[in-house]
């Protein structure tokens, strides 16, 4: 079985900033783009930001400049830094990875860790 575990998440004063880390782990072959999906109360699920395998960079157009998505592709880790938080960054922040595991290609979610922005 995989699991994407996230880290990272907490309560931070408006300005400040976190970091989360998303490890996958289990009997995987390939894992092709990794990314960081949020969703606060009422609203719908969001991207914030993915990477490829390549390494190609997309984000969310209200994070562009403040957050940074990396990978550490021999942890199988993907990390998302958060700076100059503000207080609509609030939400449950979901890791997301497409790989391929057991020879299936297949999308996974993480359990989401809370990020508060708050004074």
């Known amino acids: 079985q995989v699991q994407l575990v996230e880290s990272g998440g907490g309560l931070v004063q408006p300005g400040g900033s976190l970091r989360l880390s998303c490890a996958a782990s289990g009997s995987i072959l390939i894992i092709y783009a990794m990314g960081w999906y949020r969703q606060a109360p009422g609203k719908q699920r969001e991207l914030v930001a993915s990477?490829?395998?390549?390494?190609?960079?997309n984000y969310g157009d209200s994070v562009k400049g403040r957050f940074t998505i990396s990978r550490d592709n021999a942890k199988n880790t993907v990390y998302l830094q958060m700076n100059s938080l503000k207080p609509e960054d609030t939400a449950v922040y979901y890791c997301?990875?497409?790989?391929?595991?057991?020879?299936?290609?297949?999308?996974?979610w993480g359990q989401g860790t809370q990020v508060t922005v708050s004074s």
């Open positions: 997301n990875a497409d790989l391929v595991a057991t020879m299936t290609r297949a999308n996974y």
């Open positions: 990477i490829g395998s390549g390494g190609g960079l």
